[in-house]
């Protein structure tokens, strides 16, 4: 236990500079989730019934994975994620069976594929490396989907039918517009996709000039801009594209 929160004490420390105090708060309470009246309470008791350390941890996971996994709120069922995430950090440590993701040599332009990403990934993997996230499990309302959509990173979630454990080291297609996968593409649709990269790139570059312009029609009338945003790096990146937040009602923040 004391191990699985050193390591989310690092996530969060690697991951300090990309995000806002308040998203940062999740760590937190992953450590919380592991302190003695939580998850590491309800394991030691099992084992002072008998059970085994693994199978302790295995029958309070699954305990709680399946009360998340019943919820009707959507955004609630997802942290059934967080705590699998967490077991099977506490797994890695009681069987020492598996290097973290931060021993890993990660080549550049890496694309993470896993069978459940969570945001602690995010903060293990060099983020001058990673240019997008695949998981087979989850939807746009887990914890990982939202960090990555506030940290800019293209993301698919739900890719079911993927065989992600045997397509390590191929070349993919991430297309988080549509949530499109494509693994080993031909050179017409990597071509293809190249264009609509430089394309984008390009319309970025002209919107630069107009970023400090105020939102005016040509015969003078002021429109006013909103932003919908769920997290405090959303609206770092919308001031940097040059709109100015003057009153605020809930999560829109007005120019």
Known sequence: MASVRKDIKKVARSLSKRLRSEERELFDVYLRMLDDNALAGE?????????????????VVEEHVRQFSLMEDPYLRERA?????????????????????????FPENA??????????????????????????????????AILARSMGIPTVMGAVDLPYTRIEGMQIILDGFSGRVFVNPSDDLLQCYQDIIDEERQVNADLEGLKELPAETKDGY??????????????????????????????????
Not at 43 to 59: D, H, P, S
Not at 88 to 100: D, E, H, K, V
Not at 115 to 133: H, I, N, R, S, Y
């Open 43 to 59: 394991v030691v008791a099992q084992i002072e019934n008998g059970n085994w350390a693994q199978g302790a941890l295995r029958k």
């Open 81 to 105: 994620s967080d705590i699998r995430d967490l077991g099977r950090r506490i797994l890695t440590w009681l069987q020492s069976s598996a290097p973290s993701l931060a021993e890993i040599d």
């Open 111 to 144: 694309i993470l594929v896993a069978d459940e990403l969570t945001p602690a990934m995010l903060g293990e993997v060099p983020t001058d490396k990673l240019v997008g996230l695949l998981s087979v499990n989850g939807s746009g309302n887990s914890h990982a």
């Open 222 to 255: 002021r429109m006013p801009l909103w932003v919908n945003t769920g997290l405090v790096t959303d609206v770092a990146r919308s001031l940097d594209r040059g709109r100015k937040v003057s009153a605020c009602t809930g999560p829109k923040f007005r120019s």
